[in-house]
């Protein structure tokens, strides 16, 4: 719990995101694409990786990426993050838009704090190397 000016800040664990968002499945292409930002990452030297405690939520990663949720872990930084891929609403001619919220903590104590909203899964995996960035690995 962060305390700041008077206000108390409380996090949200994932049990209560899963109640709360109205999520929507990631697709096939976009879970190769985080396999392929993770490959990409490594190779300049960063380490970002599925999160363990994923296992816990389902049998595998791939399963947990079907419930809309996925947790990476960024051990260089000290931080998790939590995107889940959530429902919008319709689009002028009726399609179904997506937006991909992100929360940021820590998945072992179960404490996450809301962070930005994007369009796509690929800026929000772009906005990783902007946190490393600015905490001066990248």
Not at 20 to 45: D, N
Not at 80 to 95: I, M, N, T, Y
Not at 105 to 129: C, E, R, V
């Amino acid at each position: 719990m962060n305390s700041q000016k008077g206000i108390v800040l409380e996090g949200f664990g994932i049990q209560t995101i899963r109640t709360t968002t109205r999520r929507l499945p990631f697709k096939q292409r976009e879970v190769a694409s985080v396999l392929a930002f993770i490959e990409a990452s490594g190779r300049r030297g960063l380490i970002i990786d599925y999160h363990p405690r994923m296992s816990e939520l389902g049998s595998s990663w791939a399963e947990v990426a079907a419930d809309g949720l996925l947790i990476l872990s960024c051990p260089q930084i000290q931080q998790d993050v939590l995107f889940v891929q959530e429902q919008a609403g319709r689009s002028l001619f009726g399609w179904r838009r997506r937006v991909v919220r992100s929360y940021l903590g820590n998945a072992m104590t179960d404490d996450f704090s809301p962070g930005p909203t994007f369009l796509s899964l690929t800026a929000a995996l772009l906005s990783i190397k902007n946190i490393y960035r600015a905490r001066g690995v990248l």
